[in-house]
């Protein structure tokens, strides 16, 4: 086991906690097993006709598209934006910064709800790059704006010195060194446009995932959605890699003796009304359309809105969901956590990229894999909770690696070695001292993926057993219905249940650079 091995005879802990994470990668590696599987058994030609097809290619034109004009808009506004908040003079930065971020508290198919209420014949593309953009445009943000409050301001003073205006120093030595950054947060909202079904389901604007879904709901597991999903996986692969190869293999950090200072801000002057009407039209557009549109339909709905028995029932059930996927999600990434920061190496990397590999996938691709798999092979299981925790745990599961990480590096190693030398077996060490000493970054770890599972609304659709209400199906039947009003207040319970993760985001980001 190479790294992974110590010196005492027998089976170790360590040992114990490595055989954990492999089997945990193994059921990791099931939706991308699922794909080719699923190739290799419909045979060559079948393929060929089901994937040479002009749907298949529509919907690509239409993918293509939606990355081109989305990402590098997105690009452009959280760059200013960062700039504005970090490095210049612009009144009520942070409280800007914090409205840049908590879009992500609104669900991207709530955003598209709001957009239909307030401009019902919103369709098509550039409808639904607007909408991406409000939704996603913190996943950017969010990173660049950290970066952006990271860089050692010695290199813009160099460039000044020179002769290089402002403008030129920005774009020549600033720009490039948030590369990693853009690079990093681009991926992430490239991600989220191949996986997200509800918000362009709501607009009529066809992609891969709203046409698998199609598909599913007409003729369950059958061969075109299997293949669909397959086209979406080498979509995801195509896109990490452009990432990969975009990000390059330059150094950024800064080297010599000392720290950097805190670069100075840029004053705004006579301009700073004129800036000031970017952080105020984002924050209008993406936070002031839907609680607007909510408080209309509430308004509209009176009190009769909340007199619906399946508001409780869809609430419970939420949250029920929600503690048990984050609970159940937290203790499978726990082994490779401890393995990234306890027992570095060649096995933890290969496993650790099973973990996050799964993330990169949408969820529809992970339910559908389930699904196939528990008719073919598990029929009991078949639309089971069992099965729907699986879901969550599969597409959470970087969340609570990355979060869990974090979290072990901060406890001495020390300590556990000096628990194991008073004769505490080894596995008992690691839960008394170390996860002890981690226990709020393991509640953090799990409330972050319990507010995933509160929105999440693919898999649940198409997993969830008869009988299960959440908030968001229960939202997405009303919507369908063409009920906004009976809708309205499961949007907001969402939403307020959201709202947290982006407290906490915004609160890590600047705490780890001592704000």
Known sequence: MGSLRVSSPGFTGRDAVALAAVLVSLVALLPLG?????????????????????????????TVLLEAVTIPIAIVLAVALAWLTERSDLPGARLWSWLAVAPLGVPAFVHSYAWISLVPGMRGLWSGVLVSIMAYLPFLYLPVAAQMRRLDPALEDVAASLGQPPSRVFFRVILPQLRLAICGGSLLVG??????????????????????????QSAYNGPAANMLAGVLVLACLVLLGLENRLRGQERY???????????????????TLVWLA??????????????????RWLYLGGAAAWSSDDIGSALGQTLGLALLGGAATTLAALPMAWLSVRAPGRLQKVLEACHYYVGSLPGVVVALALVTITVRVALPLYQTMTTLLLAYGLMFLPRAVVGLRASLA????????????????????????????????????????ALG???????????????????????WSLTNDIDYVAAAPFALLMVLLSLPLTLLLHYQSRRSIGQ
């Open 191 to 216: 991600l989220h446009l191949l996986a997200e079904y509800g918000l362009y389901a709501m607009i009529e604007f066809d992609t891969f995932s709203t046409a698998i879904v199609d598909q599913f």
């Open 410 to 449: 901060q406890a001495p190693v020390e300590l556990e070695r000096a628990a194991m030398a008073l004769g505490r077996p080894p596995l008992k060490a690691i839960w008394q001292v170390t996860m002890r000493l981690s226990a709020p970054g393991v509640a953090a770890s799990m409330a972050l993926v």
């Open 253 to 271: 950090a800064r080297v010599g003796s000392g720290a950097a200072r805190p670069a100075a801000r840029a004053r705004l002057g006579r301009g």
């Open 278 to 295: 970017l952080p105020l039209g984002l924050a209008l557009l993406s936070l002031g359309v839907p609680l607007l549109t909510l408080a």
């Open 453 to 475: 599972i509160t929105t999440e609304l693919t898999a649940t659709l198409m997993l969830a057993p008869n009988g299960t209400v959440t908030l968001s199906t229960r939202f």
């Open 34 to 62: 699922f794909v080719v599987f699923i190739t290799a058994q419909t045979g060559w030609q079948t393929v060929y006709e089901l994937v040479v097809r002009p749907r298949v290619g529509e919907l690509l034109v239409n």
